[in-house]
């Protein structure tokens, strides 16, 4: 998703009933997340921006430090949280942990296989498709990227943990992540 460079961004301020229904919009999308939660990530005296990325739908919104915040993919309330908003309320979303060497391919483009995926004894995942999940390493629990499942757990588990489990749409390094 963040794979090419992003034009320069021109951002409006949000108003008071757009910055509401953002928070609606975030609290509909991401169970996890409490009012508390919401309250630390968008507080509620501090302004925020929007920007629409050129040549798409896609918005981008910002705090009142130019950090990206969330973005909405192809301006359908399609929200995704930033690595910057994950490093601060990393318990919002669930997670896969992946071996770090798996992170290599993920910065060249690729999506997460289940190969890569450290599942601890004795437990399993449940995921469905069409789940917003982050991603982190193992022995480092701060999360590295965000993607959303392309296959339910029940698959995953009858096709012996192989195949790609999770499109990434934005990862520690790319072009969304350097505008923070």
Partial sequence: MWKKEVPELRFNLLKTSQKRKLKDDLMKTFPRLTKEMLDLLLPPKEDFS???IQGTKT???VDHNKQPVFWDHEGR??????????WTLPEFMPTFTIVPSAFSFLKNGAD????GVVIPPGNTLQFAVGEKWSVTLEGYPKPVGVGITVISSQKAYADQMKGKVLAMHHLFSDHLWKLG
């Fill in 50 to 52: 929007v920007a629409k």
């Fill in 59 to 61: 918005l981008l919104y």
């Fill in 77 to 86: 309330d399609d929200l995704y949280p930033t690595v910057y908003t994950l």
């Fill in 112 to 115: 997460l296989m289940l190969p």
